[in-house]
């Protein structure tokens, strides 16, 4: 078992550029999320995804948009990359929403 | 808005040494809290899951505690080790949502 894979792991783009970032689960949870990491903050919730159908926004879901593509995928995208949206991204799933999460190893993105 | 709060931000102690790490929330509506373990470049590792309704619960030399009435959590780690040495995160879930305190850096000298 991958357990949750994300795709990529860094990325650099210019203000206004557009981009996708993947998120893959292999464990048959139900539930998917995207969070924000930012220096010396937690985690901010920016989608999640409950059950395959259903997408709602988190904390901070302003500048972005998210697909439940299937099951297994969730994906996040970027649609005019801004310098505010420069941090680390990580995905993770979860078997119900209020069972024990478990994280991809994030990507680093930087907007500039 | 439920806000959650971890004191120290960094924290430095011989190996071998028992240590307490804090979390406290505002709001005591929680559905349960959960501890996760960061380390440096990677993504986060759960480590103890705590419902509404439990005072506590322990893996290894991992124990965590739960007051809800008084907004409060604790992670005590026992015979620390070197590779303990991490970042230390707690969160609570409210209306579906995880909400995270910033965490606190532990270094585990040896």
């Known amino acids: 078992n991958a357990g949750v894979t994300q795709t990529p792991k860094f990325q650099v783009l210019k203000t206004g550029q557009s981009m996708t970032l993947q998120c893959a689960q292999d464990m048959n949870h139900n539930s998917m999320y995207w969070y924000r990491q930012d220096p010396g903050m937690g985690l901010r919730l920016i989608y ?22 299937n099951k297994r995928e969730f994906s996040l995208r970027l ?24 994280f991809g190893p994030g990507t680093r993105l930087t907007v500039l | ?12 102690v011989p190996e071998g040494e028992n240590l ?41 030399r991992l124990n965590a505690s739960l ?10 780690i026992a015979a620390s080790q070197p590779g303990d040495s991490a970042t230390y995160l707690c969160a609570v879930e409210s209306n579906y949502q995880l909400i995270w305190g910033a965490g606190t850096k532990l270094i585990i000298k040896p």
């Open chain 1, 48 to 69: 999640y995804s409950a059950s395959e159908g259903t997408t709602d926004k988190g904390e901070v879901p302003n500048g972005y948009n998210v697909s439940r593509l």
């Open chain 1, 79 to 102: 649609e005019s990359a801004a310098p505010s949206q420069t941090s680390v991204y990580f995905c993770a799933s979860s078997l119900t929403t209020s069972s024990e999460q478990f």
């Open chain 2, 1 to 12: 808005k439920q806000e959650v709060t971890q004191i120290p931000a960094a924290l430095s």
């Open chain 2, 20 to 60: 307490v790490l804090n979390c406290s929330f505002t709001d005591s509506a929680i559905y349960n809290l959960q501890w996760f373990r960061q380390d440096p470049g990677k993504g986060l590792t759960s480590l103890l899951l705590i419902q509404s309704s439990q005072r506590e619960q322990t893996s290894g």
């Open chain 2, 67 to 76: 007051d809800k009435s008084s907004g409060r959590s604790t992670l005590y």
